[in-house]
């Protein structure tokens, strides 16, 4: 690395979440790597940066998939191998994803200020974002949960890329804590060969990690590999109050404005309908996790704040013990025209762990359904 530094072939390093994004000088444009590409085939690939600027979406842009390693030097052979602890998503382009989506046509685009490497842990697909109805499946989406990420950077020199990347990762892998929005707490590690204990608020006696330990109610969570207390790590939560929801199903949903925004608990965001390319028809619903039976009350719809487009005007409340039966709606009913909360409460408290939101008409006559926020209000 010390002599890929005094080439000065880096020259800046950003942290974008689960990605790296390496920016070289503008004579670091050839791309030489191995990849996957379908089954267990391997794909040698060699171009230069220029070769593959296609669509104005980030992911577009020249993307890899299943890399193992990835090269960038210069006319001379020099430069840098990076290579994968496991597999990642690599693209390399003379601008920025940012300068590409804001121009519509090549010659729009400001002079090269470099060549920008980009290692992602993964990427998500654009499904039918792209030409039809719905977006991406659940298993080509990339979701903001706990990610390890690891690669190595070696020198090149004369093209001997394919000799510096015959090494592996080594050392101890960490160790991931992370609590999900209904409480459950995971612990986590790429070596999933090594047995993980774990002790809760203190307790001197450690337990085997077997599955999700709840803590809803808050706590410290500690963990460790049982081979290794010394690689301790230790995450504290705090209770939470409100009443989580996870959506389970959506009938329908715009790429971007998918229903979980119905939960994120930012007013500003919105689930709505399809409109991109068709116009999914009436009825709609979305259907909810509380994580564990509760007595449920009633619910709070909030429809979206930027417009009347899509406001709910009849609706259908179904509630289920297992998410598959749902039996007779347990309440009926009309919003009334406007952007404020509507807060329902049922005829009698139900107990159950999934609710469905269905709904059956809009404010304007259209087939278009919108929300900001679905609350449920429960003990």
Avoid at 300 to 323: A, F, H, L, M
């Amino acid at each position: 690395v010390d002599e890929v530094k005094k080439d000065k072939t880096i020259s800046t390093l950003e942290d974008h979440h689960i990605d790296k994004i390496f920016k070289a000088y503008k004579e670091y444009k050839n791309i030489e790597g191995f990849a996957k590409v379908v089954s267990n085939d391997i794909e040698q690939h060699s171009h230069s940066i220029y070769d593959n600027i296609m669509l104005p979406k980030p992911q577009d842009y020249s993307n890899r998939e299943d890399v193992r390693w990835i090269s960038l030097t210069n006319e001379a052979g020099h430069g840098a191998v990076f290579v994968a602890g496991g597999q990642m998503s690599v693209s390399a382009q003379p601008w920025t994803n940012l300068e590409l989506l804001y121009a519509p046509h090549f010659y729009q685009l400001p002079e090269s200020t470099g060549t920008h490497l980009y290692l992602d842990s993964k990427v998500s697909g654009l499904g039918g974002a792209s030409c039809g109805q719905g977006g991406p499946l659940n298993h080509d989406r990339c979701l903001a949960n706990a990610h390890n990420f690891s690669f190595i950077i070696r020198p090149v020199l004369g093209n001997n890329m394919a000799d510096q990347a015959k090494v592996v990762t080594a050392g101890e892998k960490p160790l991931t804590i992370t609590r999900s929005n209904t409480g459950k707490v995971e612990i986590t590690s790429v070596d999933k060969s090594r047995t993980i204990m774990y002790s809760l608020n203190g307790a001197k006696e450690g337990v085997k990690y077997t599955e999700a330990i709840n803590l809803r109610n808050g706590g410290t969570v500690k963990a460790w590999y049982a081979d290794n207390e010394a690689l301790a790590v230790e995450m504290a939560y705090a209770k939470i109050e409100s009443v989580p929801l996870v959506v389970t199903f959506c009938s329908s949903q715009e790429p971007g404005e998918g229903a979980e925004r119905l939960v994120d608990g930012d007013v500003s965001t919105i689930w709505h309908t399809v409109y991109g390319v068709t116009v999914a028809k009436y009825p709609h619903w979305v259907d909810f996790d509380a994580s564990e039976v509760k007595t449920m009350k009633g619910f709070v719809y909030t429809p979206r704040q930027d417009g009347p487009n899509g406001q709910v005007k009849d609706y259908e409340i179904y509630v289920s013990q297992d998410g598959k039966e749902w039996g007779a709606p347990v309440k009926k009913g009309t919003f009334a025209r406007g952007g404020e909360a509507k807060r329902v409460l049922f005829d009698a408290p139900v107990k159950a762990r999934y609710i469905r939101f269905r709904a059956l008409s809009e404010q304007s006559g259209t087939d278009f359904a919108s929300g900001a926020e679905f609350t449920l209000i429960a003990e």
